[in-house]
C-alpha cells in the first residue's frame, strides 16, 4: 500500500501521497528499414491516417534517392527529431548471390554440379537442365599449351603461350530468377566459363542480359515508388 497523509482543511477531508512519482514517457523516434516496398507502403496508409509523429505533410517530408546504393528514404520531418524515417533497400535476391552472375564467383566440378542439381525450379526448361546436368557429371577436358621463346643475338627476344581448352559439355543455359529481394522472377541467358588453374578446372557465370536487366529493374523500381510520393520533396544523390 502507497504512503499517504489525510488532511481536513474547512471540513473537507483530501488524501495526500507519499513517494515517487513514475518517470513520464517521452516519445521514440520511428525508424524503420526494410525492401524497396517500404517507402511506398508506408505512405499508401499514412497519406490519409497517421498520428502527429508520423504525419505526411508536403511541406515538411523529404524523399532522398539513391541509385548507386539502391536506397529510399523518407523523412516526414527533418526538423523534429522524433519525426518518423523510412528506408526502403534494394538487395540482390538470394538466388542471384548463389549463382554468382557476373560476381566473379567460382566453382569446382562437384559444386557446380551441386548448384544445378539443387537448383532446377529455376530451369523453366526442365529438360534442358538434365542435359546441363549429366553433362557436367560426364564432364572431360584436355588442355592444349605451345610455348614458343625466340632470341637472337642482337639482344631482341619474343615469347608466346598459348593455352585452348576443349570439352564436350553445353557452354549455356536459361534460368528464371528473381533479381532483386521481393520481386518478380525474369529469365536471361546464361554462358558457363571455364578456366584451367593448378588445381584443375574452375567454373563461373556471366551473363550480359542480366548486366543490361539490372539497369532496367533499377529504373523501373524507382519511377515505381516514386509514384506515392508524388508532392514531396525528392532529392536525388
Known amino acids: 500500500m502507497k504512503p499517504e497523509l489525510n488532511l481536513t482543511v474547512s471540513g473537507k477531508e483530501s488524501t495526500i501521497l507519499i513517494g515517487t512519482a513514475n518517470t513520464p514517457l517521452l516519445p521514440v523516434k520511428l525508424e524503420i528499414s526494410g525492401n524497396f516496398s517500404s517507402v511506398g507502403n508506408f505512405l499508401k496508409v499514412k497519406k490519409s491516417d497517421a498520428n502527429e509523429f508520423q504525419e505526411i ?3 515538411n517530408a523529404i524523399v532522398t534517392c539513391d541509385y548507386d546504393n539502391l536506397t529510399i528514404k523518407l523523412e516526414t520531418n527533418p526538423n523534429d527529431e522524433y519525426a518518423t524515417v523510412v528506408v ?10 548463389e549463382f554468382g552472375i557476373n560476381q566473379g564467383k567460382f566453382f569446382t ?45 642482337r639482344g631482341n627476344a619474343a615469347r608466346s603461350f598459348n593455352k585452348q581448352i576443349k570439352t564436350d559439355i553445353a557452354e549455356n543455359f536459361v534460368i528464371s530468377i528473381p533479381i532483386f529481394k521481393g520481386e518478380s522472377p525474369v529469365t536471361f541467358p546464361v554462358e558457363i566459363c571455364i578456366e584451367e588453374n593448378d588445381s584443375g578446372v574452375r567454373f563461373w557465370f556471366e551473363s550480359v542480359e542480366l548486366a543490361e536487366l539490372l539497369e532496367v529493374k533499377k529504373d ?17 544523390k
Open 57 to 59: 505533410l508536403t511541406e
Open 109 to 153: 566440378r562437384e559444386s557446380l554440379i551441386k548448384i544445378l542439381r539443387y537448383n532446377r525450379r529455376f530451369f523453366p526448361n526442365k529438360e534442358e537442365n538434365a542435359k546441363l546436368l549429366s553433362s557436367y557429371q560426364n564432364f572431360t577436358a584436355s588442355v592444349k599449351k605451345d610455348i614458343s621463346d625466340n632470341s637472337d643475338l
Open 220 to 236: 523501373a523500381l524507382f519511377e515505381r515508388e516514386l509514384q506515392f510520393c508524388e508532392g514531396l520533396a525528392i532529392i536525388y
Open 88 to 97: 526502403g533497400k534494394g538487395e540482390y535476391s538470394n538466388e542471384l548471390k
